[in-house]
């Protein structure tokens, strides 16, 4: 997959090495209807690797629906999209459902865990699914948990933890099997300042590592700790410029 092709270069018209290339891209819900919603509306923006990128927009913004088409997740209406040099329009669903299992780790404000699975158990699920061996998902998952703090937490159930601890189970998914890009939407959402300020310093972490980091907020403050912000109003753009790369 082209998590393992960093150093291509991409073809010429997708604007070189970029992780991300959209232009003007748009998604449109019953489009010549009366009630016609432009959830995206003319959206270019482009990525490199190596990226913390936080997306910054209120409720209705359509942020949230540019993270889902980042993320494979959706497909624009207009426009195109260019995930390392490939055009996501012309991929079939079982090359989509491929990229976002193998290269691209999610987290979610509501953490998506599975109750009666001990966190050990949740991290390793994604793994599962992608057909790896027992001892090789062992491995990577209690790593992964043992780098967010929670090696002595592994058997636990997520009843048995606080927010800001199940949230870190959601980070250890997302992240044990090393994928190039992590998507997190409203991830502090659920969780008290303290626990939200320890879920930003993981994702900083994991970016210096050199994780390509994309955030979907609405709290400008926490936006602050990502090296890039882009504000989005009514499905568009209007200012895209350095954060402070840190929480003071």
């Known amino acids: 997959m082209f998590g393992h092709k960093r150093r291509t ?37 482009a990525v490199p690797w190596g990226e913390f990128l936080c997306i910054l927009g ?13 993320g494979c997740l959706d497909i624009p209406t ?11 329009s012309d991929m079939k669903p079982s090359v989509l459902s491929g990229i976002r299992n193998r290269e691209i780790g999610f987290i979610f404000q509501g953490f998506n865990l599975i109750s009666d699975l001990t966190a050990l158990e949740n991290v390793e699920l994604p ?18 948990l043992e780098a967010v703090g929670l090696g002595k937490r592994m058997d636990h159930r997520p009843a048995e933890m606080s927010g800001g601890q199940q949230q870190r189970v959601a980070i250890a ?11 997190a939407d409203e991830p502090t959402g659920n969780l008290d300042s303290a626990s939200g300020r320890e879920i930003m310093e993981q994702l900083s972490a ?43």
Do not use: F
């Open 9 to 45: 270069a991409a073809p010429p018209e997708t604007g070189g090495n970029l992780l991300i290339d959209v232009r003007h891209m748009s998604k449109i819900y019953n489009e010549g209807k009366e009630n016609e919603v432009r959830a995206l509306d003319d959206v270019s923006l």
């Open 58 to 70: 209120q409720s209705g913004s359509g942020k949230s629906t540019l993270m889902n088409i980042l």
């Open 78 to 88: 207009y426009g195109t999209y260019y995930l390392n040099g490939q055009a996501v």
């Open 127 to 144: 793994l599962i699914y992608r057909g790896m061996p027992r001892a090789e998902r062992r491995r990577l998952s209690v790593a992964a």
């Open 173 to 183: 998914r997302a992240v044990a099997a090393k994928p190039p890009i992590i998507m």
């Open 206 to 248: 994991l970016n210096q590592q050199g994780t390509s980091i994309i955030l979907i907020t609405h709290d400008n403050h926490l936006a602050q700790m990502a090296r890039r912000i882009v504000t989005i109003q009514d499905g568009r753009i209007v200012s895209d410029g350095p954060g402070k790369g840190g929480l003071d």
